[in-house]
């Protein structure tokens, strides 16, 4: 059974960075394109950042601030997050590219002076 468990939420001021993480356990493999997924109250949810194959997508909101990587031999996904805005603030949530896995808690990021 799969498992996605995100880390490294929390509250950080505007300008200000944060790293988050996601240990997939169960049928996801190296191979598997990953991805970033944001929900703020009210939203759909949406499509942050994607990885596959080394190569890596952002949508236009974080292009430029923000950073996904993976270490695949940790069965874990990253998301560099810098230069924050009170817009960035969401509950975070890591899944494959395609074929959503279930999905796990997220971690809430909440950008405010």
């Known amino acids: 059974q799969v498992q996605l468990v995100e880390s490294g939420g929390g509250l950080v001021q505007p300008g200000g960075s944060l790293r988050l993480s996601c240990v997939a356990s169960?049928?996801?493999?190296?191979?598997?394109?990953m991805a970033w997924y944001r929900q703020a109250p009210g939203n759909e949810r949406e499509l942050v950042a994607s990885?596959?194959?080394?190569?890596?997508n952002y949508a236009d909101s974080v292009k430029g601030r923000f950073t996904i990587s993976r270490n695949n031999a940790k069965n874990t996904v990253y998301l560099q997050m810098n230069s924050l805005k009170s817009e960035d603030t969401a509950v975070y949530y890591c899944?494959?590219?395609?074929?959503?896995?279930?999905w796990g808690q997220g971690t809430q990021v909440t950008v405010s002076s």
């Open positions: 899944n494959t590219r395609f074929y959503w896995r279930p």
């Open positions: 169960g049928s996801i493999f190296s191979s598997d394109a």
């Open positions: 990885i596959s194959a080394g190569i890596t």
